[in-house]
């Protein structure tokens, strides 16, 4: 790569071997456009992650028995054709070395450095900028043909094209999708380039550089028998080489998983009992509006006692329903309506409160279906409630191991449905819930989360989940009042 210090010693390994009587050329990459033409002066351009891209074309045709002329040839050709530039969040850390020793020319939170080189060295410009922004510009640097001073390669639309996206060592897998992401799609959208292949993952790093670089590189006619990206494609066992990937797998649209949306579900079979569906609405939008208001509380428990992502799932799910609500208030079966809302509760929300709910809502629905043998339609009452749920308490069972005891949902969930069975009462149903909430402040957690936080902080505050499934049930019963 093209640096003082690399060339000289590159230099002294090929005299030594030519003074020993062997045929050796040396090919210099220099693919970095962070560095213009004015900076580089007479030393040139920098090389980065490009330089791979080179080694692995020269490496495979020198494998297929091409001699050393051919060899350096086409390297020089590719390297000539390749073009890269670097961005980071910060400088790298050196092992060995302490905060106060590392250089004074740190980062600020949210600022990213473009064009910083893999030894450390300091880029051509600082920004505030988001991914979207530092992809465009780096993107302009690459591919700006027209810039005397940075237009070192010209790429069209109908050029054959290869991507590399290379992380500089500190940035996670599921960011560096994202990064390859962005650049896949600027490149298509703002130039009309579609990649020949797609090279993304950890090729040169810069120790742990909290960063990335991305290439391109311009396949151009070897004049041989085989093109570069038949060289590119050539297995390899290297341990820090992925294979890219072929335009053949992402150029042809992906086939499509079926969407079931809402009003699909009303191709499930009514159960026969019907509800006030605008009443019904009305409960259910106070109740919704509850959870939404008691975010804060359930984010506020779940931090001291789960990962804090409680409240939010909750108030998503509960803004999700409220939004379907104004489309089913005419859906007067009660399986039917209870559909709709299930299958909001599947989209919107996740983790394990939101697999519970749809587990539980689902059965509701079955036990509803399973009730109705007449062949007219009866007004639904609490005891038919009362016994859906009863049914849906004794799925859930199949698949959680929680009871009223175990600090979880459950402890406002079961003296709900059992007071409703006892009493057919909705407010003496959502007051036990209330009660089974407050009840798990200083219970020791059997299941969920909960189990691994140590500490003392789970003694004064309730389980998030029931808490928030409590306030629901206050407000339903606020709302049938």
């Not at 390749?82 to 980062?107: F, K």
């Not at 994202?178 to 959208?189: D, K, P, S, V």
């Not at 050539?234 to 998983?257: D, R």
């Not at 200083?442 to 306030?471: C, I, N, W």
Request: charged fraction near 25%.
């Amino acid at each position: 790569m093209n640096y003082t210090g690399d060339v000289l010693n590159f230099g002294v390994a090929v005299e030594k071997a030519r003074a020993a009587g062997r045929a050796v050329e040396m090919v210099v990459v220099g693919d970095d456009v962070g560095v213009g033409r004015a900076q580089g002066g007479k030393v040139g351009r920098r090389g980065i992650a490009g330089t791979v891209l080179v080694l692995k074309i020269a490496g495979a045709l020198a494998d297929r028995g091409a001699g050393l002329e051919e060899v350096r040839r086409v390297a020089q050709m590719a390297a000539g054709n390749t073009v890269s530039i670097g961005a980071s969040l910060g400088h790298v850390h050196v092992p060995g070395r302490g905060p106060a020793e590392e250089d004074g020319g740190g980062l600020r939170a949210g600022e990213v450095e473009i064009g910083m080189g893999i030894h450390n060295e300091a880029g051509s410009e600082r920004t505030q900028a988001d991914l979207p922004g530092v992809v465009k510009t780096m993107l302009t640097y690459m591919l700006d043909a027209e810039s005397e001073d940075r237009g070192f390669i010209r790429v069209g639309s109908e050029d054959e094209v290869v991507l590399l996206i290379n992380n500089l060592g500190g940035v996670s897998v599921l960011e560096l999708g994202g990064i390859a992401t962005e650049a896949i799609t600027q490149l298509r959208r703002d130039y009309g380039i579609r990649p020949a292949r797609i090279l993304a993952g950890t090729y040169m790093t810069s120790l742990n550089g909290l960063g990335f670089s991305l290439t391109l590189l311009k396949t151009a006619e070897l004049g041989a028998k085989y093109t570069m990206l038949e060289l590119l494609d050539a297995p390899v066992e290297v341990t820090g080489w992925s294979s890219g990937i072929s335009s053949k797998a992402w150029s042809s649209p992906p086939n499509q998983t079926e969407e079931i949306r809402p009003q699909e579900t009303d191709r499930n079979e009514p159960c026969g009992l019907d509800l006030d569906a605008q009443l019904t609405s009305e409960a259910l939008d106070q109740a919704l509006e509850r959870v939404i208001q008691a975010e804060p509380d359930i984010t506020r428990f779940d931090t001291v006692v789960g990962d804090g992502d409680c409240g939010v799932g909750l108030k998503r799910g509960a803004e999700a329903i409220r939004a379907e609500l104004a489309q089913i208030s005419k859906q007067s079966d009660a399986a039917l309506f209870l559909d709709r809302v299930t299958a909001v509760v599947e989209r919107t929300m996740d983790g394990t409160s939101g697999a519970l709910y749809a587990i539980f809502l689902n059965a509701v629905s079955t036990g509803l279906r399973r009730q109705h043998a007449g062949d007219k339609s009866t007004e639904i009452n609490a005891a038919a409630w009362a016994k859906a749920l009863v049914f849906a308490l004794e799925s859930l069972s199949h698949y959680t191991p929680a009871k009223p005891g175990d600090r979880t949902l459950m402890d406002a969930l079961q003296p709900f449905v059992d007071e409703l069975h006892r009493s057919g009462d909705v407010q003496l149903a959502a007051q036990a819930a209330a009660e089974g909430s407050q009840a798990t402040k200083g219970m020791k957690a059997s299941l969920g989360r909960t189990v691994y936080v140590g500490g003392s902080g789970f003694e004064e505050v309730p389980d998030p989940g029931a808490h928030g499934l409590a306030q629901f049930f206050q407000g339903l019963a606020e709302g049938l009042k």
